[in-house]
């Protein structure tokens, strides 16, 4: 199952693509009460994060679970990610680097 951010314009667009769980990117107390109905306490596998609403988001994160970053700024580093979630895989990514390194992919 897909839970979903973004800014209000987007909303219909993500609906479109078959996304029913859509929140907010912008504001962290709708964005948590949002995501908190929909996973309850069960938390999510995987957080595809793009710089927003960081601690949120890590927040919701279950035990062993995986957080991938794909901002450049306002990110957390890997030494930092590990003092606040030992537990959680932490991964960062820029679409460039990644493009640059295998267009082909």
């Known amino acids: 199952e897909i839970f979903a951010t973004a800014s209000p314009s987007k909303h219909e667009y993500l609906r479109s693509l078959g996304v029913e769980n859509i ?12 995501m908190g109905q929909f996973v ?10 793009a710089g927003n609403l960081i601690d949120e988001s890590l927040a919701m994160v279950k035990i062993g679970g995986c957080f991938s970053e794909i901002a450049k700024r306002n990110i957390l580093s890997k030494e930092e990610m590990a003092r606040r979630r030992p537990d ?13 390194d295998n267009p082909a992919q």
């Open 23 to 34: 929140s907010t990117s912008r504001d962290g107390k709708i964005f948590t009460s949002d």
């Open 40 to 49: 309850g306490k069960t938390g999510i596998d995987v957080v595809l994060s």
């Open 88 to 100: 959680v895989r932490y991964y960062t990514y820029t679409l460039g680097d990644m493009l640059r």
